[in-house]
DNA sequence: GCCATATTGAGATTGAGTATCAAATGAGCA
DNA sequence: TGCTCATTTGATACTCAATCTCAATATGGC
C-alpha cells in the first residue's frame, strides 16, 4: 500500500514500528492516519466508527501499539471515559475544558519532585502518578466575563 | 430492624440519611455495615459479594450515595478499575501501593494553589483536580531495602 | 513466488454499571 | 394498631467498552 499522506505522525509511527519488527501492515498505516486526523481529544469507539472498514479488535489493539510507543496518551474525562490524545512527547498533564471539551497540555511543570517530598514523609516511594485538571479554557473563560 | 453493631459510619450514614429526608432502610444499613468492615479499598463489585442477599442495582445506588454524601470516596487504581474507600473528610489524594495493593492518604497536601498559578500562564482556570500517586509504601519499600 | 508467522476481523464473551417495573417496605397519620 | 402511599428494593434485561478466540489473511525474508 503506498503512502499517500506524510503526517509526521504517521511517519514516526511507522518507522518505529519497524525499528521494533512490528509488521507495517496498511491497516496499521489507516489507524494512525484515522488517529492524526481527530481533533483534540477522542475515544477508541470514534476512531472505529471513523474507520468501519476495520475490525474493532484491531483498533483498540492498535491504539494500545499507539500508547506504549508514546504517540498517544490516555486522557481521563471527569465523568470517568476514557479519551486518547496525540501526546506531546515526556511527562506532562492535561488540562480538560468541561465547557467546551477542548484538552490542552500543563506545560513545564514538574511535580514529581514535590509529590515525592510530600509522600516520603509518611515513608511512601512514588514511582508514578497521575494528574487531571478541569476547569475552563482561555476562550470559555472570557466568554463567561463578557457575557 | 435493631442497631447491632455501632461502627461510626453506620451511625452517621443514618443520621445524615434522616436529615437529607431519605429513608432509613435495613438493606442501606447493612451496605454501610460491608462498606465499614472493607479493609482499604474495595470495588463495587466484591461489595455485592459480601452482600449475596442485596441486589447488586442496589449495592450501586447505595454505594452512589455514600459517595454523593462524603462517606466513600473514589480512588482508580492504575490500570483504570476504579475502587472505593471510606473517605476522611475534606480534599485529599491517594498513596496507593503496587506492591501491597494498600492505599492511604497523603495528608496536609494542597496543589490547588500550584496548579492555579501554574494553568493560569496558559489561561485556563482551574475548577477541579484528580491526583493519584502510584508506588511503595513503607512496609513494602522496607522489604524491598532488606533484601 | 513460497513459507512461516504476525496480524486481522467477525463474532462471542466478559465485566461494570444502568434501566425497568412489579413487589416490598418505611414513616406519617388516623 | 392499622392504613396509605411514596420510596426503596431486587430480579432481570440491557448497554457499553473492551477483550478473547480462532480461522482467514497479509507481510517480510528467502
Redesign the interface.
Known amino acids: 500500500m503506498p503512502t499517500k499522506a506524510h503526517h509526521p505522525l504517521v511517519e514516526d509511527f511507522l518507522a518505529r514500528l519497524e525499528e521494533k519488527d512490528y509488521r507495517h501492515t496498511g491497516t496499521r498505516e489507516e489507524v494512525a492516519r484515522a488517529v492524526a486526523q481527530q481533533g483534540s481529544h477522542f475515544t477508541a469507539e470514534a476512531l472505529c466508527e471513523a474507520l468501519p472498514r476495520v475490525g474493532r479488535a484491531t483498533v483498540y489493539r492498535n491504539v494500545k501499539l499507539l500508547v506504549e510507543m508514546g504517540f498517544l496518551c490516555r486522557v481521563?474525562m471527569?465523568d470517568?471515559e476514557?479519551h486518547y490524545q496525540v501526546s506531546h512527547k515526556g511527562h506532562h498533564h492535561h488540562?480538560i475544558?468541561?465547557y467546551c471539551g477542548q484538552s490542552?497540555d500543563?506545560?513545564?511543570?514538574d511535580?514529581q519532585g514535590?509529590?515525592k517530598e510530600?509522600?516520603s514523609t509518611?515513608?511512601?516511594?512514588?514511582?508514578?502518578?497521575?494528574?487531571?485538571?478541569?476547569?475552563?479554557?482561555?476562550t470559555c473563560?472570557s466568554e463567561a466575563t463578557a457575557s
Open positions: 481521563l471527569e470517568g476514557l488540562l475544558c468541561t490542552q500543563l506545560l513545564n511543570c511535580f514535590l509529590l510530600k509522600a509518611q515513608g511512601f516511594e512514588v514511582e508514578g502518578h497521575t494528574v487531571e485538571l478541569y476547569g475552563r479554557c482561555r473563560a
